[in-house]
Nanobody, 117 residues
Framework: QVQLVESGGGLVQPGGSLRLSCVASESISSIYVMGWYRQAAGKQRELVARINSDGITNYAESVKGRFTISRDNAKRMVYLQMNSLKPEDTAVYYC???????????WGQGTQVTVSS
């Protein structure tokens, strides 16, 4: 089973930027849809962004124009560039790998992002 490890979270001021990284223990090429989800305190986990093996992306309406997801299959990594951060972006962010052929989800441990002045 693939293991996912996130990094890059932290405390940032409103309007600032962060880049989250996720590395997978196994190859993700042609098999996985990669994504980022987040869960704020007291709320449901929600999809932030995803990218399939062809590079097609989808974003939550709340982050369009501010966040960018990308992947590097050779490095087994997926990234989330977050710009113009808002306090409502504060959440634990989770890396997700969806293995399409057996419809199985893998999750990272999560990394905390806090946007506050």
């Amino acid at each position: 089973q693939v293991q996912l490890v996130e990094s890059g979270g932290g405390l940032v001021q409103p309007g600032g930027s962060l880049r989250l990284s996720c590395v997978a223990s196994e190859s993700i090429s042609s098999i996985y849809v990669m994504g980022w989800y987040r869960q704020a305190a007291g709320k449901q986990r929600e999809l932030v962004a995803r990218i399939n093996s062809d590079g097609i992306t989808n974003y939550a309406e709340s982050v369009k124009g501010r966040f960018t997801i990308s992947r590097d299959n050779a490095k087994r990594m997926v990234y989330l560039q977050m710009n113009s951060l808002k306090p409502e972006d504060t959440a634990v962010y989770y890396c997700n790998a969806y293995r399409t052929y057996n419809r199985y989800n893998y999750w990272g441990q999560g990394t905390q992002v806090t946007v506050s002045s």
